[in-house]
């Protein structure tokens, strides 16, 4: 992870998940934890995060959010946290400027390394995002119709592994990947998601991503356009 010259353009990355939020710095290689859970409101988030980074110094801030984003902006309140993410002030909070980013995106930020990248995120349900030639486009594929009345996210995403089993589930993961990959003609596909370490073999044209590639995304934020690692 690169540091920053000035504290001023210093970035605050925040991976708000529902466990768990985690904070890393550009100037702090220290990655530290708060945990999260239905009680985590937007306001008592900024106030935590202000508490565990005290003794750090930043201008900027990337906030990596568990759902829809929309022109900055949270579309839905989260479904594993408190209430009061959407049309709340983070600039205002935190007192510098502040982007936020579907976590799933912000990952695939993370992970870019040229080219047009599908980035798809095998969690509680299915992230998706693409990246082409270092432009960044968020996307909800996750309740898009896969099979028997069922979504991609119905088959591949944590409900499916349960419902399935590994096996099952591993092939669905791979057909869905292949389909998607056809598709959106991308060149390679990043895995990445708490589940992706289930993945022993890998599809064709396939890696896996790494989940503090989110705050590398965090970090990209802040560039006018992605550069590939």
């Given amino acids: 992870m690169r540091e920053l010259s000035e504290s001023a353009n210093s970035v605050l990355v925040i991976d708000v998940g529902g466990t ?14 708060i945990p999260s859970g239905s009680n985590m409101t937007a306001r008592k988030m900024v106030r935590d995060v202000k508490r565990v980074t005290k003794d750090w110094e930043y201008g900027l801030v990337s906030i990596g ?109 791979t057909k869905v990947v292949e389909l998607l990959k056809e598709a959106l003609e991308a060149e390679y596909v990043v895995l990445g998601g708490g589940n992706s370490k289930n993945i022993k073999k890998l599809p064709p044209g396939t890696r896996l991503g790494d989940n503090r590639n989110a705050f590398v995304g965090g970090i990209r934020l802040w560039e006018k356009k992605a550069k590939p690692l």
């Fill in 20 to 33: 768990h939020i985690k904070v890393v710095a550009t100037r702090h290689r220290e990655e530290r934890k």
């Fill in 65 to 173: 959010y568990p759902g829809p984003v929309i022109h900055g902006r949270p579309l839905h309140e989260p479904h594993n946290l408190g209430g009061g993410w959407v049309g709340f002030n983070f600039g205002k909070a935190f007192g510098c400027p502040v982007k936020v980013i579907n976590d799933a995106a912000m990952q695939a930020l993370g992970s870019y390394e040229g080219g047009r990248m599908l980035f798809l995120g095998l969690g509680a349900g299915l992230g998706s995002a693409m990246i082409i030639d270092g432009i960044l486009e968020p996307m909800e594929l996750a309740h898009l119709p896969y099979k028997n009345g069922k979504t991609y996210e119905d088959y591949i995403g944590v409900r499916g592994l349960t419902r399935l089993g590994k096996t099952r589930w591993l092939r669905h993961v």
